[in-house]
């Protein structure tokens, strides 16, 4: 193999666990953002909501297009699945169907990849 196609290939790999890092890290504050956003609806959090709402939101697209272009997590990750499916529960709650569609495309992508 030569020294321009092992350095393609060393590139496509780091890119790739580039990419899944990041993956991990959005499903991560999706986790963190739905537990946040289910306590604030308990409360007078109106502000509170719609921070983290926006962020939660920003989390799945991003994660959605990272899964989109081929890469998973690569390993069992029970707990970030899991965000992914109270996310999906939580815009079921508060009625935002087009979100919990993207949240369950997300789930599929993960659960398959294992």
């Known amino acids: 193999m030569g020294a321009v196609a092992t350095w393609a290939l ?4 780091a890119d790739q666990e580039i990419r899944s890092v990041s993956l991990a890290h959005e ?3 999706t986790g963190l ?3 946040a956003l289910n306590l604030a609806d308990s409360m007078d959090g109106v502000k509170l909501s719609a921070l983290l709402q926006r962020r939660l939101d920003g ?3 991003h ?3 990272l899964v989109d272009n081929g890469p998973g997590l690569g390993i069992a990750a029970p707990s970030l699945t899991d ?3 109270r996310a999906a529960a939580y815009y079921g ?5 087009k979100r919990k569609r993207d949240a369950e495309h997300l789930l599929e992508h993960l659960t398959q990849a294992k």
């Open 33 to 35: 953002c739905t537990s």
């Open 59 to 61: 989390a799945l697209q």
């Open 93 to 97: 709650r508060v009625g935002d169907e």
């Open 83 to 85: 965000s992914v499916r």
């Open 27 to 29: 499903l991560e504050v």
């Open 63 to 65: 994660s959605n297009r």
């Open 10 to 13: 060393v590139r496509r790999v």
